[in-house]
């Protein structure tokens, strides 16, 4: 998936899953939630190839098939880049 194309997919799933943070960190998408999202909303992230990441607490796209990464969630926004994804609301 190219980099406009996880971006797209990172501003959808901010829309249809009124997630409190999107993030793009290099080919991932983490999404926060406040609370555990409704059941459909869980069903759409499947769907959509996201799954729950246990030590980052948020659910995960990765993209391309990778290795378990070891590294803190601050260091590969640092080594990757990171870019918050904002609802339409919210870049008004």
Not at 41 to 46: D, K, N, P, Y
Not at 70 to 92: C, F, N, V, W
Request: hydrophobic share 30%; proline share 3%; net charge positive.
């Amino acid at each position: 998936m190219s980099k406009d194309e996880t971006i797209q997919l990172a501003r959808q799933t901010k829309e249809v899953t009124q997630a409190q943070r999107v993030e793009v960190v290099g080919s991932w998408i983490w999404v926060y939630f406040e609370s555990k999202p409704n059941e459909s909303t869980r069903e759409w992230l499947q769907v959509h190839k996201f799954h729950w990441n246990s030590r980052r607490l948020c659910w995960q796209y990765a993209g391309e098939p990778s290795k378990k990464s070891p590294a803190d969630t601050h260091y590969l926004r640092i080594k990757y880049g990171a870019m918050a994804i904002q609802s339409k609301e919210e870049s008004k």
